[in-house]
């Protein structure tokens, strides 16, 4: 069984930064791709970055390019979300998730297979 553990969340001001991380149990974290997903109140999961399992490809949704940046330590089974320069619409439940062993990266929430048990994320104005 795949376990997904985030931390790293929190408040901070506008244009503040934080660090998300993601602990994944098992011993093929190096070959699942990681993602994050984010989830405000009264909305759907959306997706924010996705890594692939060998950390040479990334994608992003355009509302965070240039201000996240997701990396992956595979001798550490983590995942890690740096956030910058944060903006008010940030705010939301950030979600961890994994796929099994092989799969390429996607943004699509129903594609994923392991789901971590979120951190909330609030960004004051």
């Known amino acids: 069984q795949v376990q997904l553990v985030e931390s790293g969340g929190g408040l901070v001001q506008a244009g503040g930064s934080l660090r998300l991380s993601c602990a994944v149990s098992?011993?093929?974290?190096?070959?699942?791709?990681m993602g994050w997903f984010r989830q405000a109140p009264g909305k759907e999961r959306d997706f924010v970055a996705a890594?692939?399992?060998?950390?040479?490809?990334?994608a992003y949704a355009d509302s965070v390019k240039g201000r996240f940046t997701i990396s992956r330590d595979n001798a550490k089974n983590t995942v890690y979300l740096q956030m910058n320069s944060l903006k008010p619409e940030d705010t939301a439940v950030y979600y961890c998730a994994a796929t099994t062993a092989y799969r390429t990266i996607n943004s699509i929430p129903n594609e994923w297979d392991y789901w971590g048990q979120g951190t909330q994320v609030t960004v004051s104005s």
């Open positions: 890594i692939s399992a060998s950390g040479s490809s990334t």
């Open positions: 098992g011993r093929t974290f190096g070959s699942r791709s």
